[in-house]
């Protein structure tokens, strides 16, 4: 690697900045004066009116969506089709996907409206397949008759067939030799190519792609003549693809190794002189891929070649900066580089991530005139940089490209257009021939159509939405002069910038309450200024828990019963604006409680942050509730001359036991529902965390919690079981182990007088599906979170997966690349991935099964641990799932195969385990989901993603069976299992009578 000093610093721009500020600078700049708007008018309209009347009009997937737009059953079916068909090896579970895919939409009526052969041959395809199985019917059915006679292979070999042709028209070539040859016959100018697939999982996922990318550029090389740059072919590279973990929080990781590996790649397409572009990903992603470029250009080997670029996202609020940036970067080397403008293809991701993580606005612009605006404004700054930077303007919209040519100048060199393979054809056809001189590329995809899938669903997502030019301009219903409406015009002001229906993050939940403050790890400011904040916070070493007297809990449950008197009749809105209250503290010292987290609880600084963001949600969601519940009270319908209202009110005494693993929000969680139904409570936190509990209470306190009705006592469990004993208690409250569970249960039964809840939430054997139609990159992600993450410390993680037989081989192999990626260690460090298990205890009883299961079961992976209370990630494959009896509370991840056919076995292994916490699905086939939801008992399921890190207020979380009595945590059902009922029944006519009926009016 280079050891040359960086050329320019690191790139910083704020990341999500307000909206309307870039509005009110974009706006100023945006009108061109009456005789260059008409100029656009004209050649806009001449390039609509050239897609309108093209046979083909934009290509294929306009006809694809025209025919099946997204917004119908069919478009949507066939999308989701589309993505799994080709990767699913069994015929069984062909047929079922098929079945279920053609169920959904009414593909028999479709009546074909385009002549374009593509559409036909799918339309055709799929409306065979229809009419051999019929929505809602099986093969087995009446109809299913017919589907024999003429045998499901050939409705299944139907379907592939479309989805292949499909396919064909949006690859350019399986390998990049078929691709060249395509590209020399059509005799097209320019093209760059990109090899296909799924960002790296693995480590052997990344050499593939190397060589891949390796051998493209060869072939590139070889086959190019002899025009110079620009005019040569390129290649385009996803830094994601090069590397397993392309994450910001492994900084160092990345730049050691993913540098060397560009600078390689990039030095053998200088020797062909290519154009050689970094591709734009997510906006997580932004600042370390500036990293591994500012790195790679700064290598001398590079000097003198002017074919790198990179592509920059318009839809992201930091283009404008990142151009900027990228000029400096130029002038301090003295290169020339080229840069690519798009617009962006993950839109829909950015707003999810952003709301996922309660950041304080979005990186990306939340209505696409904006994104339109920024791009024009971004295409004139590039142009005036030329020629130190060569622009490349990617886009179908002929709006946009009239307005960058209009900003061009006339000039037609100096720049070029860009367009997909099987996309703007007819666009850029109708360019070539009233402007010779013009040049545009082809981004071209290379790889087989099982790679191709998941992009084609990208660009039929991204281009199927409303608000897309394609699918507008493919429309004849929209008037010519919507699509040349200038995104200024539909901007209008500053003020109206944002999307009016999409809330910012912090205000998903609102009115009812603010969604917890997050920060995202890829913006290097936030993430230092969080971590040095942390590493400031003293956090004094533990001195362990006093001994198992009776007398702190005496002393802490007569308290509190005084204590309970003031608290009950404290009115609702101000016991919950206190917790309102603590959830601001917390936000405001997330440092310092997310120091006590790691330092006490090992915890890495993704689940710290994440585990006070839970506790604030607590706070705030049971706030909102109680507000509703513990109010003025419900008044009832009855008689005349009688009001009756029922009431909810605290019990008393409520105890609060709680485990270390969610040491804040899990304590804070119980104490704070108890609360706010008007209870007073005696805290036991688990012995291993007793300093986090105490500054929990001490924040309560201050948040405004009286001291009388808030106690804590510390120590282990048989101070828990000395409180449950007490004849003075109301309630139990309890997470822990199952077996705990019960013997408190037991207490409670034994004990004479009132008898009193208990709200147990314990602990799992929860499993995984996955069928043969997973994405397997989106199975290893999911699968290494749940069953890894928290060193596999969550009642809700994954401790079973069951993979079907027929790919179970390349997805083990896969979840066990990943999980090799994982990086072992002190919590503290931000690249850590999975820290130490809680004490030594844990960490023997965890070496002790990992000892059984070597003998007994397969090894996939076996991670190696540093000293310390760590244990490494270890994947067993059993014979039969009944070989895990109980709950192991660690990375330790079990595999069990079936067979596509004997999906009811798993079913019933998963019951036999007598628990009912969390379980996991992936797969393509709605119906096979809602069998297995129908089926299952389970009080968490989770559906094509990870299945750990509810949300409180959108997953309650809690199970059945052995996993817990419910109701659930952070769920509506939580707080009245505090409280009592009171009916007030006023009898409002005994003062002599019932004026109210009458002088009541008719
Ligand atoms: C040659 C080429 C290379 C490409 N390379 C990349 C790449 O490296 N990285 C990448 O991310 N994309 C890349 N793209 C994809 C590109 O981002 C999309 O094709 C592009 O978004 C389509 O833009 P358009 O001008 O054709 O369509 P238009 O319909 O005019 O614009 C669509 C754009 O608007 C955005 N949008 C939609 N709704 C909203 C909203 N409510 N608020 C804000 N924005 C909204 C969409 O996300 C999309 O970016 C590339 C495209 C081409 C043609």
């Not at 691709?179 to 050499?207: C, K, Q, W």
């Amino acid at each position: 690697m280079t050891s040359d000093p960086a050329p320019v610093p690191p790139f910083s721009a704020p990341y999500a900045p307000d909206d309307r500020a870039i509005a009110a600078r974009l706006l100023k700049t945006a009108g061109l004066g009456a005789e260059r708007e008409a100029r656009i008018d004209r050649t806009a309209g001449r390039l609509i009116e050239a897609i309108r009347s093209s046979d083909d009009r934009l290509g294929g997937v306009e006809d694809m969506l025209r025919e099946f737009a997204l917004s119908t059953k069919e478009g949507l079916a066939l999308m989701v089709l589309a993505e799994a068909l080709l990767r699913v090896p069994d015929a069984r579970t062909a047929d079922q996907f098929i079945e279920d895919k053609l169920g959904e939409g009414d593909f028999v009526h479709h009546e074909t409206k385009s002549s374009a052969f593509l559409v036909n041959a799918s339309a055709w395809a799929l409306g065979m397949s229809a009419r051999v199985i019929r929505p809602g019917e099986t093969p087995q059915g009446t109809i299913g008759r017919l589907a024999k006679r003429l045998g499901a292979p050939a409705v299944r070999a139907a379907t592939r067939q479309a989805m292949r042709l499909m396919g064909s028209h949006f690859v350019l070539g399986e390998t990049i030799e078929q691709a060249l040859a395509r590209a020399h016959s059509t005799g097209g100018p320019r093209y760059s190519f990109d090899m296909l697939g799924e960002g790296a999982r693995t480590a052997l996922d990344a050499a593939r792609y190397f060589d891949s990318y390796a051998s493209a550029i060869d072939a590139i090389g070889r086959a190019a003549d002899e025009r110079p740059l620009p005019d040569r072919p390129g290649i385009s590279v996803k830094l994601s693809a090069l590397h397993p973990r392309f994450e910001a929080t492994g900084h160092g990781r990345v730049m050691a190794e993913l540098v060397p590996r560009l600078i390689e790649l990039a030095r053998q397409a200088k020797a062909y002189d290519l154009n050689f572009t970094v591709d734009a990903e997510e906006a997580d992603r932004l600042e370390l891929s500036l990293d591994v470029i500012v790195a790679v250009l700064g290598d001398a080997s590079l000097a003198g070649w002017d074919g790198f670029g990179l592509a920059i996202q318009a839809y992201q609020k930091r283009a404008s900066d990142v151009i900027d940036y990228i000029d400096n970067l130029a002038r301090a080397l003295n290169r020339r580089l080229m840069v690519r403008l798009v617009k962006g293809a993950y839109w829909d991701t950015e707003i999810k991530r952003a709301q996922e993580r309660g950041l304080d606005g979005y990186p990306v612009f939340t209505r696409k005139a904006m994104t339109d605006l920024n791009y024009v404004d971004c295409a004139r700054k590039l142009l005036g940089l030329r020629p130190r930077i060569f622009p490349q303007f990617a886009t179908h919209n002929a709006l946009t490209v009239a307005t960058v040519l209009e900003l061009a100048g006339g000039k037609d060199s100096g720049f070029e257009f860009q367009r997909l393979h099987g996309m703007g054809e007819a666009l850029y056809a109708q360019l070539s021939e009233d402007r010779p001189k013009l040049a545009y590329r082809t981004y071209a995809p290379v790889g087989s159509h099982r790679d191709l899938l998941a992009y084609l669903v990208r660009r039929l997502l991204e281009n199927g939405a409303n608000s897309s030019f394609v699918a507008l301009a493919a429309d004849d219903a929209v008037p010519v002069t919507t699509l040349l409406r200038r995104p200024a015009d539909v901007i209008g002001r500053p003020d109206d910038a944002n999307h009016p229906n999409i809330p910012l993050p912090r205000e998903l939940f609102m009115p009812q309450r603010k969604n917890s403050r997050g920060i995202e790890f890829g913006e290097r400011m936030a993430l230092r200024a969080l971590v040095s904040a942390i590493a400031t916070e003293a956090v004094p070493v533990s001195n362990g828990v006093a001994g198992a007297t009776a007398e702190p809990v005496n002393a802490a449950v007569a308290a509190a019963r005084q204590g309970f008197v003031a608290w009950s009749a404290t009115p609702a809105e101000a016991r919950a604006s206190a917790l309102d209250k603590a959830a601001e503290l917390l936000e405001d010292r997330r440092a310092h409680f997310i120091a006590f987290l790691q330092r006490e609880g090992g915890k890495t600084l993704d689940d710290a942050l994440s585990e006070v963001r839970e506790a604030a949600d607590f706070c705030r969601y049971y706030a909102a509730g109680g507000r509703k519940l513990f109010g003025a009270g419900e008044a009832l319908p009855g008689p005349t001359g009688e009001s009756n209202v029922l009431r909810l009110r605290g019990r008393g005494v409520f105890v609060a036991i709680s485990p270390w693993n969610f040491p804040l929000a899990i304590f804070l969680g119980q104490v704070t529902a108890a609360l706010m139904a008007g209870n007073s409570v005696v805290a036991k936190p688990a012995e291993q965390t007793p300093l986090i509990a105490a500054e929990t209470v001490g924040l309560l306190h201050e948040a405004g919690i009286p001291e009388a009705a808030l106690h804590l006592v510390q120590g282990d469990g048989r101070i828990g079981a000395a409180l449950v004993a007490h004849a003075d208690i109301a309630g139990v409250v309890f997470t822990g182990s199952t077996e705990v569970a019960r013997s408190i249960n037991r207490t409670l039964a034994a004990k004479d007088g009132p008898i009193v809840p208990l709200i147990a939430e314990t602990g799992g054997i929860n499993a995984m599906i996955a069928d043969a139609t997973a994405l397997p990159e989106q199975v290893a992600d999911d699968v290494v979170t749940s069953a890894f993450r928290s060193a596999g410390q969550r009642c809700s993680a994954l401790r079973l997966l069951f993979v079907q037989d027929d790919v179970a081989d390349r997805m083990i192999e896969m979840i066990a690349g990943a999980a090799r990626e994982l990086k072992l260690g002190d919590p503290v460090d931000p690249a850590t991935h999975v820290g130490p298990v809680i004490d030594s205890e844990a960490k023997q009883k965890l070496d002790a099964h990992i000892a059984r299961m070597n003998q007994q079961a397969r090894v996939h992976f076996a991670g190696v641990a540093p000293d310390g209370n760590y244990v490494a990630p270890h994947i067993f494959e059993l014979s039969d799932a009944s070989e895990l009896t109980e709950e192991v509370f660690g990375p330790i991840l079990h595999v069990a195969r079936y067979e596509a056919d004997r999906l009811d076995r798993v079913l019933q292994s998963i019951e036999a385990t007598g628990y009912g916490l969390t379980l996991g699905i992936h797969s393509r086939i709605d119906d096979s989901v809602e069998a297995i939801v129908d089926a299952v008992q389970v009080g968490n399921i989770y559906v094509n993603r990870n299945m750990i890190g509810a949300v409180v207020g959108v997953q309650p979380f809690g199970g059945h069976g052995l996993s817990g009595t419910g109701p659930k945590a952070g769920g509506p059902h939580y707080l009245p299992r505090f409280a009592t009922e009171q009916t007030v029944t006023v009898n409002t006519a005994a003062a002599g009578g019932n004026a109210a009926l009458m002088s009541g009016e008719e």
